[in-house]
């Protein structure tokens, strides 16, 4: 079992930025891909980075793409994301995940373990 927490949610204003933490616990020695997803309210789910522990390849989804920065340090089984030039469209819960495996997927099945969420509030 993995156990994630999310924390470095809060309101920031539109073009403001925020950094998102997540801290990995438990069995984390072969969790390779680790991810951050957003659901805004009526909205599923969204894919929005993810980060190889392997070797640091990256992944986002178009709409963060030159925005957000995904980032990861595996002495400390921690994953980051640095989010700059927030947009209202940006405010939603923001979920930390990870899988075993080192596909970098979208999808939310292909990730097992989840976090509670911190929610982040863009205001325009």
């Known amino acids: 079992q993995v156990q994630l927490v999310e924390s470095g949610g809060g309101l920031v204003q539109a073009g403001g930025s925020l950094r998102l933490s997540c801290a990995a616990s438990g069995r984390t020695f072969s969790t390779d891909a680790m991810a951050w997803f957003r659901q805004a309210p009526g909205k599923e789910r969204e894919f929005v980075a993810a980060i190889a522990k392997s070797d640091g390849t990256t992944r986002y989804g178009d709409s963060v793409k030159g925005r957000f920065t995904i980032s990861r340090d595996n002495a400390k089984n921690t994953v980051s994301l640095q989010m700059n030039s927030l947009k209202p469209e940006d405010t939603a819960v923001y979920y930390c995940?990870?899988?075993?495996?080192?596909?970098?997927?979208?999808?939310?099945?292909?990730?097992?373990?989840w976090g509670q969420g911190t929610q982040v509030t863009v205001s325009s």
């Open positions: 995940a990870c899988r075993y495996g080192t596909t970098l997927y979208s999808l939310q099945r292909m990730y097992a373990y």
